[in-house]
C-alpha cells in the first residue's frame, strides 16, 4: 500500500462517456470528495449516470464504518473541451472502437493540461494503440476497471514504452487514494489480464449451452456455488495451493498436471454465434432473472458485494484489508468541543439489518462501542496506550431504543462525559439519523481504566490521565 497520500494530488475530474462504466468512475470520484465534470453527447446520458450514482451512494458508504469525505459536485458539460480544461484526471470511457477514441483524445489533447492523466477504461485495447497518433503520447495509459466500479477494487493499470515509470506511479498512488486496488500489468497485451480469464470461462460456457449441456442457470449455479465462492477471496493459484495438501502447488501440478492433456475443453475454439444460439442464450437468461429490471438486479448485486467485502474486511483480507486500509486514509480526526464529541458517523450496512427490516439489537451496541472507541482514541487511548499496558474497559451499559433504523440511513453519535472520577468513567451516547437529528437510540456506558498487566484497575496515567481532567472541569 501507498502511504502518506493526499487526493490533493487532483482537484478536478473530468469523465468522458457517461454510461455504466463512467458513471461508476464519476460515483468513485464524487464519493471521495471531488469535483467531477462529464462529457457525453447522449441525450440519455445523463439520466443514466445519475441513476448509477444513486446506487453509489446507496451502496458504498456501506463497506465503512466511519464517513466518506464531503461529496463533490457534478457538472454536465456541452463540450470535451469545457469538461476537460483544468482537470488533473481525465477518464476516458467511450465505446470501444480505435477510431472513436482517437478522435476524442485528439479533442481532449487540444484543450487540456499538459501534466493531465489520461487514462483509458478500456477492456481490450493497448496503450500503444490509444497513443497512436497523439499529440502527447505518454499521457494516455489504459485504467481498466470491473464493474460495478464504485464497489469493486481492481484497476489494471498499463502503459507502453512510451510511458514513464513515474506516470505509471503517480497514477497508482491516486486510485489507491480513492481505494482501489491498481494492478500494474507489467507488459502490453491484448485484453490485459482479468478479462483474458473470463474469456475462457466466457468461451466454455458457451459451448455448454449450445451442446445442451447446461443452462445459463446452471452454469451461474456451478460459479456461485462453487469454486466462485473461493476466488472471491484466494483467486486461482492459492486455491490450488490448498488444493496440494501439505505438500502445495508442487503435489497440486504433480497431480492434476496431466489432466491439461485430456481434451476436455474447447478453449481454443469460438462457437458461431448464430442466430439460435443467440435466442437460446438470450431466453434461458430472461427465464433466469424472472421479472427484475436490470435496477433491481444492480441493487441485488451491490447488497451482496457489500455483505462479501464486509466479511472480508472483518477478516481482513484480501479486498476487505483494502477497504479497511483506504478507511484509515479517510476517517478523520475526532476532538472534543464543549465536551460533546461525535465519535461514530457512518451509515448503516445491509448486513445489519433484521427479518423485520430494521438494525438488529445487537448492532446497538457495536454502534455504542465504536462511539467509546472514538472518545478514547481523541483523548488519547490509542494503540501505543494500549501496548503500554493500559485500556478501559466497559462494565455496564444502559440502552434505550427510540426510534427505528434503517439499512443505507446516515447516523452520527454524539458522546458527552458524565464523570470522571478516578478509574471510573462514564459516558452518555446519543444516536442520531444525519437527516433530520431524530434521536434513535442513547447508551448510559461505565467504563473502567485496567492495567492489563494484572487486569486490575487502576486510575489511568500520563497525557490520558490529563487530558480526562481537563475535559471534565
Same mark, same amino acid.
Given at each position: 500500500?501507498?502511504?502518506? +497520500? ?6 478536478? %475530474? ?23 465534470? %462529464? ?5 440519455? *446520458? ?77 477492456s481490450g485495447f493497448k496503450p500503444s494503440e490509444l497513443q497512436e497518433n497523439s499529440k502527447a503520447p505518454k499521457q494516455i495509459i489504459v485504467c481498466h476497471p470491473f464493474n460495478p466500479v464504485y464497489l469493486l477494487p481492481l484497476i489494471e493499470v498499463v502503459g507502453s514504452n ?35 480469464? +473470463? ?47 501439505? *505438500? ?73 484489508? +483494502? ?25 448503516i450496512p445491509v448486513d445489519w439489518t433484521d427479518y423485520n427490516g430494521h438494525m438488529n439489537e445487537g448492532r446497538y451496541g457495536q454502534v455504542f462501542s465504536d462511539a *467509546? ?46 464523570? %470522571? ?53
Amino acid at each position: 500500500m501507498y502511504e502518506d +497520500l493526499a487526493l490533493e494530488m487532483i482537484k478536478k %475530474v473530468a469523465i468522458i462517456g457517461g454510461g455504466v462504466i463512467g458513471g461508476g468512475w464519476a460515483a468513485r470520484f464524487l464519493l471521495n470528495g471531488l469535483d467531477v465534470y %462529464v462529457y457525453d453527447p447522449d441525450s440519455n *446520458a445523463e439520466k443514466t449516470l445519475l441513476e448509477v450514482i444513486d446506487n453509489a451512494r446507496f451502496a458504498l458508504p456501506m463497506l465503512y464504518e466511519s464517513q466518506l469525505p464531503k461529496e463533490g459536485k457534478i457538472k454536465f458539460c456541452e463540450s470535451i473541451a469545457e469538461a476537460v480544461v483544468g482537470a488533473d484526471w481525465i477518464q476516458e470511457s467511450v465505446p470501444e472502437r480505435l477510431k472513436i477514441k482517437h478522435l476524442v483524445y485528439d479533442e481532449i489533447q487540444t484543450s487540456c493540461l499538459e501534466t493531465a492523466i489520461i487514462a483509458s477504461s478500456t477492456s481490450g485495447f493497448k496503450p500503444s494503440e490509444l497513443q497512436e497518433n497523439s499529440k502527447a503520447p505518454k499521457q494516455i495509459i489504459v485504467c481498466h476497471p470491473f464493474n460495478p466500479v464504485y464497489l469493486l477494487p481492481l484497476i489494471e493499470v498499463v502503459g507502453s514504452n512510451k510511458t514513464t515509470a513515474s506516470d505509471i506511479t503517480r497514477a497508482m498512488e491516486i486510485l489507491t487514494k480513492l481505494g482501489f486496488f491498481p494492478l500494474h500489468v507489467r507488459k502490453e497485451i491484448d485484453a490485459h489480464l482479468a478479462d483474458r480469464f +473470463l474469456e475462457a470461462v466466457w468461451r466454455e460456457a458457451l459451448w455448454l449451452i449450445k451442446d445442451d449441456i447446461a443452462t445459463t442457470s446452471e452454469i451461474d449455479n456451478a460459479i456461485r456455488y462453487g469454486f466462485g465462492l473461493r476466488w472471491a477471496q484466494m483467486g486461482l493459484f492459492e486455491t490450488y495451493r490448498i488444493a496440494g495438501g501439505k *505438500a502445495g502447488m508442487q503435489h497440486f501440478l504433480s497431480q492434476f498436471g496431466p489432466c491439461l492433456q485430456w481434451p476436455w475443453t474447447k478453449l481454443m475454439d469460438v462457437p458461431d454465434l448464430t442466430d439460435e444460439l443467440v435466442e437460446k442464450i438470450a431466453s434461458q437468461s430472461d427465464i433466469q432473472s424472472g421479472d427484475k429490471s436490470i435496477r433491481e438486479l444492480e441493487r441485488i448485486r451491490d447488497k451482496n458485494l457489500i455483505a462479501i467485502l464486509r466479511s472480508l474486511k472483518q477478516q481482513n483480507f484480501a479486498a476487505g484489508s +483494502l477497504i479497511a486500509a483506504h478507511e484509515k486514509m479517510i476517517s478523520d480526526d475526532k476532538t472534543l468541543k464543549n465536551k460533546m464529541l461525535v465519535s461514530v458517523e457512518r451509515v448503516i450496512p445491509v448486513d445489519w439489518t433484521d427479518y423485520n427490516g430494521h438494525m438488529n439489537e445487537g448492532r446497538y451496541g457495536q454502534v455504542f462501542s465504536d462511539a *467509546a472507541d472514538g472518545f478514547l482514541s481523541s483523548v488519547g487511548v490509542d494503540s501505543h496506550y494500549i501496548a503500554s499496558g493500559h485500556s478501559y474497559f466497559t462494565v455496564e451499559n444502559h440502552i434505550k431504543y427510540l426510534d427505528e433504523t434503517l439499512a443505507g440511513e446516515n447516523i452520527y453519535v454524539d458522546t458527552s462525559v458524565l464523570l %470522571v472520577e478516578g478509574k471510573k468513567l462514564k459516558l452518555f451516547h446519543t444516536m442520531k439519523r444525519k437527516a433530520d437529528k431524530v434521536h434513535l437510540a442513547t447508551c448510559e456506558q461505565f467504563l473502567l481504566h485496567v492495567n492489563l498487566n494484572t487486569r486490575k484497575s487502576c486510575e489511568p496515567v500520563g497525557d490520558v490521565a490529563k487530558k480526562l481532567q481537563r475535559i471534565f472541569k
